[in-house]
């Protein structure tokens, strides 16, 4: 059974930083590229990162540009969301979506979502 | 950035009911464009991508249509489960967006 499992987040302070990470099994984790999606409660999708199979090409919204890092590490079927400076803004449920194409960072669309890790941020 | 603006933003519609959600993108998207549903406290399932094809296990009640700028996703014999909230999404281009959502509730 292919799945996602998020996990990293909770409270922090205005400011300060929080790594999450996404556990990916039952595929070949290695050959997709991945993405991370937030959502405010009761808010709709904002695609925040993605990343191509073997890390070469990467993109953030330019909410999060300069400030979070998306990276993977494929002999841990791992992903990885490094935030940095947060603001309560980036408060959120965050998602890690894998993409339905094999190989492809350009259009693939999501097919299989995690259920999510929670941040806050809030002094 | 490609805008998608979904309509409505609501709708009351009975079990049994066909009901049809309209998304149209600020630019041509080709038929790079995906269907979701969520239902309260879970994550997005994917329903149909390039526009109306099928994910494999999501029943033939949901359909997709479109190219270009306007898609529509339609749901034939409404059925509680379906009650949720849908959302399409452009993989046309960098940044991914979404539409706000359409949110289906029983009348």
């Known amino acids: 059974e292919v799945q996602l499992v998020e996990s990293g987040g909770g409270l922090v302070q205005p400011g300060r930083s929080l790594r999450l990470s996404c556990a990916a099994s039952g595929f070949t984790f290695d050959e997709y590229a991945m993405h991370w999606v937030r959502q405010v409660p009761g808010k709709g999708l904002e695609w925040v990162s993605g990343?191509?199979?073997?890390?070469?090409?990467?993109g953030h919204a330019d909410s999060v540009k300069g400030r979070f890092t998306i990276s993977r590490d494929n002999a841990k079927n791992s992903l990885y969301l490094q935030m940095n400076s947060l603001k309560a803004e980036d408060t959120a449920l965050y998602y890690c979506?894998?993409?339905?194409?094999?190989?492809?960072?350009?259009?693939?669309?999501?097919?299989?979502w995690g259920q999510g890790t929670m941040v806050t941020v809030s002094s | 950035d490609i805008q998608m603006t979904q309509s409505p933003s609501s709708l009351s519609a009975s079990v049994g009911d066909r009901v049809t959600i309209t998304c149209r993108a600020s630019?041509?998207?080709?038929?790079?464009l995906a269907w979701f549903q969520q239902k309260p406290g879970k994550a997005p399932k994917s329903l149909i991508y390039a526009a109306s094809s099928l994910r494999s296990g999501v029943p033939s009640k949901f359909s997709g249509s479109g190219s270009g700028t306007d898609f529509t996703l339609t749901i034939t014999s409404l059925q509680p489960e379906d009650f949720a909230t849908y959302y399409c999404q452009q993989y046309h281009s960098y940044p991914r967006t979404f539409g706000q959502g359409t949110k289906v509730e029983i009348k």
């Open positions: 630019q041509g998207i080709n038929n790079y």
């Open positions: 979506a894998k993409v339905g194409g094999l190989g492809s960072y350009y259009n693939t669309d999501f097919d299989i």
């Open positions: 990343i191509s199979w073997n890390s070469d090409t990467i």
